[in-house]
């Protein structure tokens, strides 16, 4: 059941420009390496997504009790395993583009001393190459009553996966069971945020869901307090590719005129040509 859910909500393929902010620096790893670097979601906004799902199934848990659910001690073991297993458990890889490329929040965090962008990359390119390489992209959701609509089936999947086990057994007995459910949960969490950040319009990249990653390709690089695992997404499908970029908008600088023509030659050495040009965010820029 959860699985169906899923397809459904990364079946919808995105048909706006995707726009990615970043730093000066990353817009150089990315059109030098053609590829960005996709976080083990874990450790975005210090996990803060990911805990937003276990609060929902923890209102949705104790909503159910407190109608005197038949399988109280059912619904608290799966609390506890999703509370331990969504950060501690198996790894799914992201990386987040915006439907919208000029927004003050977003050049706050990326674009604080003058020197940030948002690439706005082809959607159809994107797509191809999630597909090639077995990621999926899928919108956010941010409407409380859809994500707990939404909760509401995952609890009823996990009811019908323990169909015929009596309630108050080992819980070890009821997480073995919920194990089947760990990468559909892992990939509805993704795409689940707070609806405080809907002016973000995300579409969320991920990846296959990783379970040994001494096996997998993951690397390393430094966050802001701690080293924060990444895998490589390629964002061409043939290796004679350029970045395939719509449009590009430069944050806000104290030399305009300077970094624009900086970005346009750095651009454009790279064979990269975007298709509706490069554009100031017109956002005044102001030293703290």
């Not at 805990?51 to 209102?59: E, G, I, K």
């Not at 040994?212 to 004679?240: H, K, T, W």
């Amino acid at each position: 059941m959860i699985s169906t859910i899923t397809e459904t909500l990364f079946s919808e393929p995105p048909q706006e420009t995707l726009y990615h902010y970043t730093s000066l620096s990353g817009v150089l790893g990315i059109i030098g390496s053609q590829s960005l670097w996709a976080s083990d979601i874990r450790y975005m906004n210090d996990s803060a997504e990911l805990r937003h799902t276990a609060d929902l199934v923890a209102n949705e848990v104790a909503s159910r009790i407190d109608a005197s659910h038949r399988r109280p001690h059912l619904l608290t073991s799966f609390l506890d395993w999703v509370k331990h297993r969504i950060t501690n458990g198996h790894i799914l890889f992201g990386a987040s583009f915006r439907a919208n490329g000029n927004l003050l929040s977003q050049w706050r965090g990326y674009s604080a001393v003058g020197k940030g962008a948002s690439l706005g990359f082809n959607p159809a390119t994107v797509a191809s190459c999630a597909a090639k390489q077995h990621f999926r992209m899928g919108r956010c959701i941010y409407d409380r009553l859809e994500q707990q609509a939404l909760i509401a089936q995952v609890v009823d999947a996990v009811e019908v996966l323990a169909d015929g086990i009596e309630d108050g057994v080992e819980r070890e007995v009821y997480h073995q069971l919920f194990e089947h459910l760990e990468s559909d949960l892992l990939r509805l969490a993704a795409i689940l945020k707070h609806p405080s950040f809907e002016e973000e319009q995300e579409w969320r990249l991920v990846s296959p869901v990783v379970s040994d990653y001494r096996q997998a390709a993951v690397n390393f690089r430094e966050g802001r307090s701690m080293l924060v695992p990444y895998i490589s997404f390629s964002l061409v499908a043939d290796d004679n590719d350029a970045v395939d970029l719509d449009h590009v908008y430069l944050g806000p600088t104290p030399n305009i005129s300077l970094s624009m023509n900086s970005m346009k030659m750095c651009l454009a050495k790279h064979g990269i040509r975007p298709a509706n040009g490069i554009e100031y965010c017109q956002i005044p820029y102001r030293q703290n």
